[in-house]
């Protein structure tokens, strides 16, 4: 296999779409760090969670806008978006529900729209830490059979890129604060594994200055409507 670019989220997203300009959702947005950049972009991005819980902090940041629903049943109308994003979330979707939020994003979408999804990989130095906390390797297998069936949600692949991102982290606690970010549900299994997690800190990853530094694989899929008599 070639080996695997090291970039960012952001520049790929910038190489394959450009949300300049762009009416774009942003699935799964977390504290709303990416709707942010997309404005900052010249896009008009809305960022989607499922709980106001969960939009505390991208509301509290006081930019951008955003709603509350389910990737698979979107509280938007039809036809009426450039772009929907799933970045890193469509794994955090039910696997029951992951074709199904292809579907609706579909339906959302105006002609000529895509839909880009970016998935980390089940592989990796990054990955081998977080699994000892969260193992995601079945929901990320499952995230890639529903793109691999993304025909099913009448979407089709334009292209398919795989790279590498890098995150720096000065110590245990960093580590600890970046994963349990995610889920605060992890707090409690990172503590109950921190001696395991110490040790693996220390062997996985590269040293730097300023810290350890890991890898985590990435791709990204760009796909859209396809034009009528191609599949």
Request: include cysteine; proline fraction near 4%.
């Amino acid at each position: 296999m070639a080996r695997r670019e090291l970039t960012t989220d952001l520049q790929v997203l910038d190489a394959l779409v450009g949300p300049e300009g762009k009416d774009v959702l942003d699935v799964g947005c977390g504290g709303g760090a990416l709707v942010r950049e997309l404005a900052a972009r010249g896009a008009r991005a809305v960022g989607l969670e499922i709980s106001e819980q969960q939009l505390g902090d991208a509301r509290a940041s006081g930019i951008g806008r955003f709603v509350v629903g389910r990737a698979e049943d979107l509280p938007l109308y039809d036809d009426t978006l450039d772009l929907v994003l799933f970045m890193r979330s469509l794994h955090h979707v039910p696997e029951s529900s992951m074709l199904p939020a292809l579907v609706d994003a579909r339906r959302v979408l105006r002609p000529g729209g895509v839909v880009y999804v970016a998935e980390p990989l089940a592989e990796g130095d990054y990955f081998e830490l977080v699994r000892i906390v969260d193992d995601e390797t079945d929901v990320r297998a499952a995230a890639q059979r529903a793109l691999a069936d993304c025909e099913r949600a009448g979407l089709a692949r334009m292209r398919t890129l795989e790279y590498e991102v890098g995150a720096l982290s000065a110590g245990i606690h960093t580590l600890r604060k970046r994963i349990v970010d995610v889920d605060p549900e992890r707090a409690a299994v990172f503590d109950a594994h921190e001696d395991e997690l110490i040790e693996a800190f220390a062997r996985l990853g590269d040293e730097r200055e300023g810290g350890r530094w890991f890898t985590q694989p990435m791709r990204a899929d760009l796909l859209r409507v396809p034009e009528i008599g191609s599949i």
